[in-house]
């Protein structure tokens, strides 16, 4: 029995009491939840049910909390059900019952801990998005790692999900980049406002060695040579980058096309017509303050150009018109001001702001040896993905990563994920998994098949009672990540359960020793070693780092 499967129980159970009363059902919630209280002897699972609706029913909840405990008690499956405190219900269950998730494992196998959470649901998820002008750095490689966890969360539970990058080639910071580029291939520094790094001199030379001529060309032709090829060189490194980290993209979507297409100037046009723009000090006006905005923005400036905002609004019309039901933004920590302002065009435009979802990553820092890692052996700068890749590899960098809520700054210790220890998050998880395909093996070598009527009730050690509601708790924890966008869920739940099975592993025998003969027991503890290997396995897919056999 799951706790989703538990929880259903007691919602049952407390409709038929509520009906035999004649009392009130609808002061029930949709879903009950049930939680494993930290004090094992309190039981196996917990709920308070009977505290949330006794008062709407003008009961005590002790009381309520007694007659569910009766009824729930009778029920298939459950071993007690105990009222503690002012209406708390302890549930205890079954060793058989509670063994049932293990079968429920081995029978899903990939598939177990997926839902229909967001079936049908068409979403847009756009992250990274770093501009071609220069390598990833560490905030765009928390999102490489976060964004394509989440998406791959979202699409366990039903979603249709698109992994979408902006690719920024219009704009500022491109005249910038192109200045750069020139000024490296002329043998001169870079501009007071431009890019530096060695990265920068190996395109530039690559420029020339695509076009020897580009620096005696014209001034348009030469600006317009080094921006065509040093663009696509630089964006051609960035995906050949996110690919080697694991993360790949469904869709590259052009900024420069959005200008191009005359989808900002009809968008524009649209946004007049209907008054959500207006003139003033010679400029166009966004009527943002109407939709939660600080102040209004300005959508076409002074001297005819279109501010950055212009293209965001065309570029949402453009998501909304391909059909996607909800978009999310994945942006840095200095664009706090998109999440009202995107609402806001969507608002304008006539759609629903709750369209529109924006998540706000905070910043990453190296540390090693005790002191920030600051500066990067190609870009100069600022340390990039691969800086991180190269000092500890995909899977410690993306697990790492994403084991954190984006809402926190993020100190990266390059000798914690060096070690191969249980101190190593990313190690201890895989550890267990490369034990558990150990004992697999061994099993086999034994040939100790898993047994499909396998007594699970005799699986009764505290220990493997723990495991076991572990295990039962990853559909749950899965939703929950999906619902709240926390991939990290996903992450702290699979070292709750690393650290379960080893507590497990310490205290039962599970392969037979010498001359010993397998029994039941042994298949039993074989069958929930197997599960646990595959919900291991199931979650680091989620992550997309690997499940590996052998450490």
């Excluded at 989703?4 to 919602?11: I, K, N, S, T």
């Excluded at 909840?61 to 708390?88: C, H, K, S, Y």
């Excluded at 870079?190 to 005696?216: C, R, W």
Aim: hydrophobic share 40%; charged share 25%.
């Amino acid at each position: 029995m799951t706790p989703a499967a538990l929880a259903d129980l007691v919602r049952s159970s407390a409709v038929t009491l509520l009906a035999a009363r004649g009392l009130d059902q609808d002061v029930l919630p949709e879903k009950v939840t049930v939680e494993r209280p930290r004090n094992p002897e309190h039981g196996d699972y917990a709920t308070n049910i009977a505290l949330q609706i006794a008062k709407k029913l003008g009961l005590k909840p002790r009381e309520l909390a007694e007659a569910l405990a009766e009824t729930i008690g009778q029920a298939d499956g459950v071993e007690a059900a105990e009222v503690a405190g002012p209406g708390f219900l302890n549930l205890r269950l079954a060793a058989d019952a509670q063994g049932e998730v293990v079968k429920q494992v081995l029978a899903a196998g990939d598939e177990y801990g997926k839902g229909d959470l967001y079936a049908g649901t068409k979403i847009n998820l756009e992250f990274v998005s770093a501009n071609p002008t220069g390598p990833i750095h560490l905030g765009g490689t928390r999102w490489a790692a976060v964004g394509d966890a989440l998406g791959r969360v979202l699409g366990a539970q039903g979603a249709d999900v698109t992994r979408e990058y902006y690719f920024n080639d219009a704009g500022a910071q491109i005249d910038r980049y192109v200045n750069s580029l020139i000024a490296a291939a002329q043998g001169e520094p870079a501009p007071e406002d431009g890019y530096a790094g060695s990265y920068i001199n190996d395109i530039a030379a690559e420029v020339l060695k695509k076009e020897p001529s580009a620096l005696s060309m014209p001034e348009a032709e030469r600006r317009e040579t080094f921006r065509r090829i040093g663009i696509d060189l630089m964006f051609g490194e960035i995906k050949q980058s996110l690919h080697d980290f694991g993360t790949d993209f469904d869709v590259y979507f052009h900024e420069d096309s959005l200008h191009a297409s005359g989808a900002v100037a009809a968008v524009v046009g649209e946004l007049k017509e209907s008054g959500s723009l207006y003139p003033a000090e010679g400029a166009w006006w966004l009527r943002s303050k109407d939709h939660g905005d600080d102040k209004d923005r300005v959508v076409i400036k002074g001297d005819g150009d279109p501010a950055y905002i212009a293209g965001d609004i065309a570029y949402l019309r453009n998501k909304i018109e391909r059909g996607f039901d909800l978009c999310i933004y994945m942006l840095g920590a200095d664009h706090h001001g998109y999440v009202v302002r995107l609402k806001a065009a969507a608002a304008a435009l006539g759609y629903d702001p709750a369209v529109v979802e924006v998540l706000i990553g905070q910043m990453v820092n190296l540390v090693s040896d005790g002191k920030p890692v600051r500066m990067s052996k190609r870009a100069g700068t600022v340390v990039t993905m691969e800086d991180l890749v190269e000092a500890v590899g995909v899977d410690a960098a993306r697990y790492e990563l994403a084991r954190y809520s984006v809402d926190s700054t993020l100190d990266v210790d390059l000798d914690l994920l060096r070690k191969h220890s249980s101190e190593n998050p990313v190690y201890y998880v895989q550890y267990a998994h490369a034990r558990l395909a150990s004992l697999q093996r061994n099993a086999a070598d034994l040939k100790l098949d898993t047994d499909p009527d396998v007594d699970l009730g005799l699986l009764t050690l505290p220990r493997e009672g723990d495991l076991i509601r572990t295990i039962g708790e990853f559909p749950t924890v899965l939703r929950k990540a999906a619902e709240l966008r926390e991939p990290h869920r996903v992450a702290r739940y699979l070292e709750s359960l690393a650290s379960a099975y080893h507590k497990f592993y310490d205290v039962a025998r599970i392969l037979p020793q010498g001359d010993e003969e397998a029994t039941p027991l042994t298949y039993a503890r074989l069958a929930l070693c197997e599960a646990t290997r595959q919900v291991l396995a199931n979650g680091l897919s989620l992550l997309g780092v690997s499940a590996p056999e052998r450490m």
